[in-house]
């Protein structure tokens, strides 16, 4: 058992078939802790940047671990920014995955075949905002853990078909697990709003939002998939 990452208060609700949200599921020492991880993770040795999609910075700045994402590749070094190899993927960040599907009511079969292998760490100032997309560079339909810490964000939740309605706009706080997988899997979503001075005090992130995202990319390393 990782004591680490104990679960935190329980309950989840489902959002969407295959779509499960645990309010407040990391404790707020767990959320500390992270957010140390974080700062440690932002300097690099690829440092944390805002990604530019077809020409334009986006709003939300991201460090990645285990493979690094540039749009819309994933790459072991990051040969958009300096070079540098990412970051392993921790093993208690696997874990961490595991733990999460099994809070939100994944069987056991699919908890214990999940091995995340990426994740995408996003820091969220109170302008930044992601359009709606999808999570589609993965080659796995394996679950998104999605993991927030910090200000709260207005998250919209859409369909697999267009980024227009249908959509569910939840408001995530610090501490929430989101999970799709499944028939959502490939849902469109977003972020519409970031909402200053709502982050608990004791989350240790004074301002902002950190959103991790832990996906399993498919990929090995064959040679032309490490530049
Ligand atoms: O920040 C969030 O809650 C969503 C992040 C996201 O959509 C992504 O990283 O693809």
Known sequence: ??????PGVGGHRQIAPGAMLAPGWLPLRRQRWLVDQFHCWATGPVPMRAARV?????SVRTVCLGWHWQPYR?????????????????DWMVALGRAALRETGYPAGEVDA???????????VDASRMGMHQDRDEHSDAPIVSLSIGDDATFRF???ETRNRPYTDLRLASGDLF???GPTRLAYHGVTAVHPGTAPEECGLREGRINI??????????PEQLW
């Open 74 to 90: 994933y790459t072991r070094h990051a040969t958009d920014v300096n070079g540098a190899r990412v970051l392993p993927f921790p």
């Open 54 to 58: 077809r020409g334009h910075a986006m």
């Open 179 to 181: 999970v799709f997988g």
């Open 158 to 160: 859409g369909n697999t």
């Open 114 to 124: 999940y091995n995340p292998d990426t994740a995408l760490v996003n820091y969220y």
């Open 1 to 6: 058992m990782n004591t680490l990452f104990t």
């Open 213 to 222: 995202t832990m996906r399993m990319t498919g990929l090995t390393d064959h």
